[in-house]
């Protein structure tokens, strides 16, 4: 980690406020947390998994439940032809891949970074019981649970708890407002940016200099550590009662506040400073893509980064609706990984796709499809990526379906069990609850 | 059983407490006014709402848009380059339209008569999800906004049939094109899943069979009405939560209706809207046999919620997180400003992460700790700043206008002389007026500091109500 002025890491706050001098500040109970995992990590001699060259996954959200079968095309199938009278992509249209299954026209990105060895295609993923329901759907996906369970908190929250304790909030980095339910975590890590100008407490409008500088510091002060009273001997246990109560709104705002400050003026000059180097679509899946390529660029310690792309609900005029969005798509994906190109750090980034559902085979009568089950995840970029086709397509002929849908070939748990194991080279039991068989489209040896 | 809170406990701190939940806060001349009602009279006055009129006029194109069928018309015969130029002001006709609607809901939040009205309009915004991203025309955001706002207190059957019936939600959620030959499942799957019931509590066959209930409910798109279109109706029989009939839509909501689930169900997300958690399951089911004795209506089971000692509890008061609409709404009545203009509402909102008229999705708003990130949490601080201290205001929908600068507040009107003069009792007047109850001793200290002992200037005191909104205490209401 390089050394700068200023708080860069919750840990690195924690060791110059409390282990760094005499203890004259208190933590809340959340900072406790992190300082009994600083402890034990001291002790254990373990690293925190983050690090300027550590590998980074990229996880894309295409929201909405894109319809998997107009993504990878069965253009030989006449159940295809059958089922989508309307809806089936001419064959002279589709960008092929073998004889038997093409990309939709629209993902030329993709079929470039195909042929480049840099896509792998994950055929007919999903999961047993699927739930057509977007929310629980999602749910699934985000939390890894079983489809009659429910999980609160998320995957990658998960990794978080396990690998990074006590690491820099920055460990997950989510482009958006919200912060997806794949971080949520017993001790929450993870910082979410919008627009990374705004990413700080501004100056109010007209304000004198020296206003705005007694202004910055109380509210520093107003959202960091509880101020000690007496103890400043007092042992961890009590440090841990001084903040309000864990898991309060209020406890989880003091945190939030906390992490707010210490990753704002970092991401802030990441962000101005890099250069985009790609070709980038005008879309705002392509704007977080080119953040999140300055944010690498700049060296930002970060593991997981989470962007998404919104729109594939299409039950109802699908053709123009998902051209548009599978375009973005390929083209944002294929300027960010020459961007990382440019960097030199393409090597170091995993870019993983998925949504939450794919759709019916049936089309509908207004010229969309209704919800359905399995589709395939698109894994781009990572040196060590075997590339090209894997799994089996999921049958398309009625007597295979279920209830209208295709059935699924591989769990997409075993997805993100190879992705830890072989990506993030972390276990994957603790995480995901159990044992998944790991898929080959990442070597033993990645 | 709910019981009620004893008179003798009603505070200041308390009557702010339901005036920040049962509406959007207020001064604190309002929360006295609250106090010396007494808890029966504070409930009734937001309860009873109708005993006071509500003048507040529609949007002049809310009702009526006499203009519309004629620029359909137009659009029809253009050629194709005429047509762009026409739907794209179209587009930016509807654009204008949605910031002024934006504002005009606020504008009733913040000043109108009848606050919990448009509390609970908001849940049912909420809870119902439409959003104008898919339905693409003003006009039917308003109706349904009003829709909820004559149903809302009332009767949960009638509400929910309506809402199906009303043409936003027709268009929102697919009913509108939905047939016998291919029912379409959505506002069936909707109305268990998120309106009703609750995942897990029907089956995906009660689904199917419901969407073919529902089939028949259409929407004439040129009459901008609901229509019933009988040759669209799937007039066989269905299977639906453990009954068979040869069930309409009416009949499916109300079968839905009468599942026990469904009074647990909405008075349970009822709870958690007004007092920020999840209600535990002995006072769910309290809540929803009030509710199930009331004949399924809603007026009654508010007034027993907000009378109810469990609304008042510790842990209840000051520990729910305040939504970015409520945070606006809230400040502008605390700080005693008006609301920013329309545009600059909408791009504050947004920023914050509450788009009305534009859910992320048929959930609604998470809401909750949701609401806080740690951009969300800056943003909040730095639009503080805007509200208190004055920004330059976003473009009005006419873009020939100069932008113009946004006022702050005037301490003048919100603090005594006395209070300006004295850095503590500054403190406390500030503590008073925009949090209902302290800062925790840190962070009071660190506000003494920066207001010091001696008299503020003006431009010190603003910085000084900013700050405490750029607290974690301030997010909380």
Redesign the interface.
Known sequence: MNEQPGFHTRREFIRRTVLGGALTWTVPGFLANTFAALQREAENGRRTATGRDSRILVVLQM?GGNDGINTLVPFASDHYRRARPRLALPESGVLRLNDDVALHAGLAGFKDLYDAGQLAILQGVGYPNPN?????STEIWQTAAEANKFEHYGWLGRYFDNTCAGAD?TVGI?VG???PQAFSAQNPCG????NPR???????????KT?IA??ED??R???TV??ESENSGGSIGAIAGAG?MAG???D???R??L??QV??DRIRSLAAGGENHGDYPPSSLANSLKLLARLIGGGMTTRVYYVSQGGYDT??NQLAAQERLLRDLGDSIRAFLADLRAQGNEERVLIMTFSEFGRRVAE???GGT??GAAAPMFIAGGGALRAGLHGAYPSLAPADLF?GDIKYSTDFRAVYATILERWLRTGSEPILGRKFPLLDFLPASA | MLRQLPSNRWTYELAAHLLNRAGFGGAPREIEELRALGLEGAVARLVDDEQLPDPTPDPDWAARDPGRLERLRQVRQAGPEERRRLQREERERQRDRMIELRGWWLGRMASGPRPLREKLTLFWHGHFATSIEKVREARLMWRQNDLFRRLGMGRWEELLIEAGKDPAMLIWLDQARSRKEHPNENFAREVMELFALGEGHYTEKDITEGARALTGWAYDGVAQEFVERPNWHDRGVKMILGKSGNFNGEEFLGLVIAQPQAARFITGKLWNYFAGAPPSASLNAALAETFRQAGNHFRPLLRTLFLSEEFYAPDVVRAQVKSPVQWLVGSVRVLERPLPPPPTCYALTRNLGQDLFAPPNVKGWDGGLSWITTNNLLSRYNEAATLVQGARAAREPDRGRAARWLGGVEPERLFTEAERQNGAALSEALQRRLLQGRLRPKNEAVLLEFIGLGKPDEARILAAIRLVMSTPEYQLT
Do not use: C, I, W
Request: aromatic share 8%.
């Open positions: 929201a057509r329901s977007h929310f629980r909030p989510t407002r919200q912060m910082v979410t940016v919008d705004n990413y700080r407490f501004l100056p109010a409008k007209g304000a004198g206003q007694e202004t109380s509210y002060k107003l959202n509880e101020k309000p309060s709104p209020l989880f705002l003091e939030t506040a992490d707010a990753s704002s039950h109802t509908n009568a207004s209704d919800h209830q």
